[in-house]
């Protein structure tokens, strides 16, 4: 019983480290990691205050080939939009995840991860981002992400991730 306790709580551990970059608590911040030819910029605890200026300061040379969110807890008008696609485009996978919320693996809550994956492609988040890479001649085309799941603690949902936005350039 002991070995179990303690891998269940290794799991839940290594879950919670997963999220830790940045807390709800913590104001949020952009940092940028470059590599050879190309960068990507993530949320972060430290850095700069703003996702325009870490993507202004890559130079136009260097492709930003994704955009790395790991709470979107801190969006409350992206968590908004995301519920209204959902209800709007998906009412009854939406409904049926709710009614299912809190397990990533629940097979109901995984029949929502593309549409999910739509809803943030739309939303205005993604809109202002590439807003902000049109000078550069990139944009977000397309969305991966982890550890998709909806809690329903409060008074309306909450979808979380872990996404990579990325992008393609323009030709």
């Not at 430290?46 to 994704?66: C, E, F, H, N, Q």
């Not at 943030?120 to 799941?149: H, M, P, W, Y």
Request: charged share 20%.
């Amino acid at each position: 019983m002991k070995r179990y306790f303690t891998a269940v709580l290794f799991a839940l551990f290594s879950e919670v480290a997963l999220f830790s970059e940045v807390t709800v608590a913590e104001p949020l911040k952009w940092q940028t990691n470059f590599a050879d030819h190309d960068a990507v910029i993530f949320a972060s605890s430290t850095g700069v205050d703003s996702l325009k200026d870490a993507i202004a300061v890559v130079p136009k040379s260097v492709w930003i080939r994704s955009v790395q969110v790991s709470t979107l807890a801190q969006f409350d008008g992206l968590q908004h939009e995301l519920q209204t696609y959902l209800q709007q485009h998906y009412p009854q996978v939406f409904a049926d995840a709710l009614a299912s919320a809190g397990n990533i693996h629940n097979p109901k809550v995984v029949a929502l991860r593309q549409g999910f994956k739509e809803a943030i492609l739309a939303s205005g988040f993604v809109k202002q981002i590439n807003s902000d890479f049109s000078a550069r001649c990139e944009s977000i085309t397309s969305v991966d992400i982890e550890k998709f799941f909806i809690t329903t603690q409060s008074s309306s949902p909450q979808f979380e991730a872990m996404l990579w936005l990325k992008t393609e350039q323009c030709h």
